[in-house]
């Protein structure tokens, strides 16, 4: 999964749980990742330096001071070009918070990368939402259409010679159908055991990023054998589904009927 995807959505999974089971936030940072600083909006009768936080949970402390509520991950479920996702600061995606006294905002993250360090320093600046829409967003489970994208991606897969890929994603189909066979190391622990199954297949299956990826020969191979069309449907589809059953995965755990 790309990494600026995978970061926001572990977050908001950790802050759930936490405002769920009122415990302080865990949380594990990945090894690529140097630094993560957030920068909160003024806040009346709040001084200055209370305004930055330089860890996740130092930022979910702050958060929960200023009354947060509610917590989402958001990312658009379909983009122009398919062939920026391999790029940093490219996925759109954001973390969206509920406050006590009514307000929205959200906090959009940067990725910079330190070449001496060799690592990712990622800054996340909040941002107001002056007229949101009414109630939260909500998400329904739709692991069974994201079954038959994925077992009509490896049809096409195998069509055009692209057999890596056609593993990637009947390993993706398995994972969905017995949980079982997900591999604990790329799954947050604080992902509900009912949701770790659909979180690995989501992960399996992003296959969006730059070179070498899905992107790249496959379309020609796809191009050849004139199957253009199939390619930019299913890929279409592939995508959207991938990012809305990662909203689901992320903003449908850690209610009460989880604890």
């Not at 009122?22 to 200055?48: E, H, M, T, W």
């Not at 077992?151 to 890596?164: R, V």
Request: proline share 4%; glycine share 6%.
């Amino acid at each position: 999964m790309n990494g600026e995807v995978a970061q926001m959505s572990q977050i908001v999974i950790s802050a759930r749980k936490a405002l769920c089971t009122g415990q302080d936030l865990s949380y594990r940072q990945d090894a690529y990742v140097l630094s993560v600083r957030f920068i909160f909006l003024p806040r009346r009768g709040i001084i200055k330096k209370a305004r930055e936080a330089d860890s996740v949970p130092g930022w979910f402390r702050q958060c929960r001071a200023f009354g947060l509520e509610d917590i989402k991950f958001m990312i658009p479920t379909a983009v122009k070009d398919r062939g920026i996702l391999g790029f940093s600061n490219a996925s759109q995606g954001y973390i969206l918070c509920f406050w006590r006294n009514g307000g929205v905002s959200c906090f959009f993250p940067r990725w910079t990368f330190d070449r001496e360090r060799r690592g990712w320093n990622v800054v996340y600046q909040e941002q107001g939402w002056k007229n949101p829409p009414e109630g939260k967003p909500s998400f329904a489970n739709r692991t069974e259409e994201f079954k038959q994208v994925l077992l009509d991606i490896e049809k096409l897969a195998n069509e055009i010679d692209a057999e890596n890929f056609a593993g990637i994603f009947h390993r993706a189909y398995e994972i969905l159908c017995d949980d079982s066979l997900e591999d604990e190391t790329m799954v947050s622990p604080d992902v509900p055991d009912h949701f770790r199954g659909l979180y690995a297949a989501v992960n399996e299956a992003d296959v969006f990023g730059a070179m070498g990826s899905w992107n790249d020969s496959p379309l020609y191979c796809a191009h050849q054998k004139g199957l253009d069309r199939e390619y930019e449907t299913l890929s279409d589809r592939l995508l959207e589904l991938l990012r809305y059953q990662l909203m689901y995965a992320a903003n449908e755990c850690w209610n009460k009927a989880d604890i």
